[in-house]
Every structure is written in C-alpha cells, then in structure tokens.
C-alpha cells in the first residue's frame, strides 16, 4: 500500500514496525529528522548559491582554502580531508575550480600538490560564504544559543559514536552500537 510521502518519523517508525516486526526502529525518527533537516538546510543554500552563480561543491572548495587563512593554499590531500570526499571527489573539483580561475595548482616537495586560493577565488568565496551563511543562520533561527550548543553536542557524540563502529567493523545484528568496546 503507499504512503504519503510526507508521513512522519512516527509513522515510518510504526510502518517497519508493521512490515518487518522484529526490526530495529529505535533510532528511526532521529534518523529521518535528520534527514529532513539536511534536505532543508540543502535547499536553503542550493538557492542562494544559484542566485551567487556557483555550486555547492565549488563554494566548499573555496571556503576550506580561505578558513586556512593566509596564504590559502593547501595540499589536495588536506583539502579531501577537510572537504569530507575522496581524492578523485578533489581531483574534479579542483580542476573546474582551476579552469573558472577561482583556484591554481603547483607541483610541492614530496609528489604533493598544492592548491592555492587567486584573488578571484577569494573574491568569490567572500561574497558567497556571507551569504549562505546567513541562509544558514534564518534556518537556525528557531533554536536558541542554549539549544544551539546542545544540539551540537549531541551530533558530535553521535558522529563520533558512527566513527567508532565505522573503524571497529562492528556493523551486524545483534552487535552493540556506540559502545567503547563490543565488551562494554
């Protein structure tokens, strides 16, 4: 039977409940809020961006050279680090970046590359991070400094909780989540 495609996380939580009995549904409505908060903060910012005339991976690029300070330049390997993608991911967006003269590339000791910030880059993301920070800033509107902070520290623990298992290789049924250690 389908279903609205605007149901909540209650009702998808009571609809694996129904459909699959026995599965785990505990962290289902957390799981779909969040989401549903990443879809609107995404679409938030996809507008802007289309306004500013760039994309979200570029703008990405851009602001990890400029928060590095001066003289904005980073290796391609810390710009993945920091960008949260794969070198290839890098590799593509330095290259279009490169070419709309936003950033350049130098060959650096070691077989390294360094990726530095032009002037036109920086313009760019100055003119841009303002912006879709401020988008950023209206959609966080609804939260207080106090609810802020604690938000925030929930999704740092959750996500250091993910890495934890990510790098145990505690994935299967039945094995604890989160946990220091699978003895915990």
Known sequence: ????????????ARAWERELPGAPTRS???????????????KGREAVLRD?????????????LRRAGEPYVLTTRQLA???????????QRVARAELDGHVTRR????????VALTDAG??????????????????????SDAELNQLESLLGRWLGAMRGVAQDGRHGPGRRTGTA????
Do not use: N
């Not at 060959?107 to 360094?114: I, L, Q, Y």
């Open 28 to 42: 289902v409505a957390t799981t779909w809020l969040t989401k549903a908060v990443a879809a609107e903060l995404r």
């Open 81 to 91: 680090d920091r960008c949260l993608v794969s070198a290839g991911a890098i590799s």
């Open 52 to 64: 500013l005339g760039i994309d979200a991976a570029t703008l990405d690029l851009l602001s990890t």
């Open 122 to 143: 920086h313009r760019l993301v100055e003119r841009s991070a303002s912006q879709v920070l401020a988008v950023d800033d209206l959609l966080s509107a609804g939260l």
């Open 107 to 114: 060959a650096a000791p070691g077989r390294r590359v360094e």
């Open 1 to 12: 039977m389908p279903t609205d495609s605007r149901e909540g996380p209650e009702a998808v």
């Open 181 to 184: 250690s699978p003895t915990a």
